[in-house]
């Protein structure tokens, strides 16, 4: 994956390694480079096309500002221009808007102002928010729901989509019969989840990282356990270490939840910042998700925290997602539309289906959720939002 390159530009060296510092404490993976040459720097982005440019700017007359409106004006349009200064005011604030600024922070930065200004600025222009990190459960209350298959698809989506190492990796939570390392064609598992568990007191990133198994894909995937021998080692305590470390290891973790209400399963829900419940158009399974939402309330679980999901949608005269709002107090998260054929190959093949599949309308979709999840612009939204569902968020 590409690494995100930003330039720090400003004549004093000195005031270039103090920005680069702070940006580094944001986010270690970022590729920073000073350009001391004012006149220089306009070709150096329109050449290498930075994601960001960070400019010191101190006053209305500042040579800078003529850098900023050759960036700008010369189709750099897509470069994030973030204009720090040492003596703020509202004229200067003024003239950088004008020059072509998205931004405007005061020097010395500090590392809030900074995250917030990163993250906006990342959003908008396409770019996954380097500080942000977030744990994902994808659940569903009854097995054949697609939950595999989303969370999977999911974890490719945001891997393909972010810019940076280590930004996904999958845990198959099923330890029964986990089926993450059979969906994205993996053979060879030399480590599990429970060689994860086994080692969670002296689990660093570095060690963690010998358990991963790499994809393809650029994500990294910790398979279920092998056997049912191996299920006696799953402590869950350990296992609440083991995605912290996941966590403090890569930008995102999904977990691939298995469909029960166990002590290990609500670990995984509970650590996980969203969960995704998953539901589709067949009446048990709107009542088991009826059935989950009651038992997650009865945990703890707020609603903001839970992101309902429709898979396998299609327009049906039995079951209409008006009666599905009727019943289900959340609002819709996503539709993921109704298409066999690519789901069957993709799972049969071990292939993600943005590979197997790239234009059909569910690989689509899941890309989209998958660039809506990491805070990055959605190509396609939901459109189908009917009655209840017409508060889709």
Known sequence: MAEVTLFVI??????CEQIIETLHEYDSSL??????????????????????????????????????????????????????????????????????????????VRQEELAKTMNNLFRRKGIAAGGERKVIAVFSAAGGMGVTTVACNLAVGIGHALVGGRSCCIIDMNLQFGAVALALDIRQIRYTLVDAVREQERLDEDLLQTFMTDHPSGISVLPGPLSIADMEEMDPWRLRGVIQ???????????????????SSIVGLDEADEIFLICDMVLPSIRNTIRALKTFGELGYEKEKLKFIVNRFYDSDEVSLEEIGEHVDLPLHWLVPYRSEPSITALN???????????????????ALARHTAGMKAYLKPTKKRGLFSRAR
């Open 10 to 15: 400003h004549p004093n060296e000195r005031y």
């Open 31 to 108: 590729y920073v480079e000073a350009i001391e040459d004012l006149r220089e720097a306009p070709k150096r982005v329109l050449e290498e096309k930075p994601a960001a440019v960070i400019v010191g700017v101190d006053t209305a007359s500042d040579p800078a500002l003529k850098t900023i409106e050759a960036i700008s004006g010369s189709g750099g349009s897509d470069v994030g221009i973030i204009v720090v200064s040492k003596q703020p005011s509202q004229e200067l604030l003024v003239s950088c808007m004008r020059a072509g600024s998205d931004e405007f922070i005061e020097f010395p």
């Open 245 to 263: 470390t996941c966590s403090e290891t890569y930008q995102y973790v999904i977990l691939d939840m298995p469909h029960v209400i166990d002590d």
């Open 349 to 367: 093949s071990g292939r993600p289906l943005l590979e197997c599949a790239p234009k059909s309308p569910v690989t689509r979709s899941l890309q």
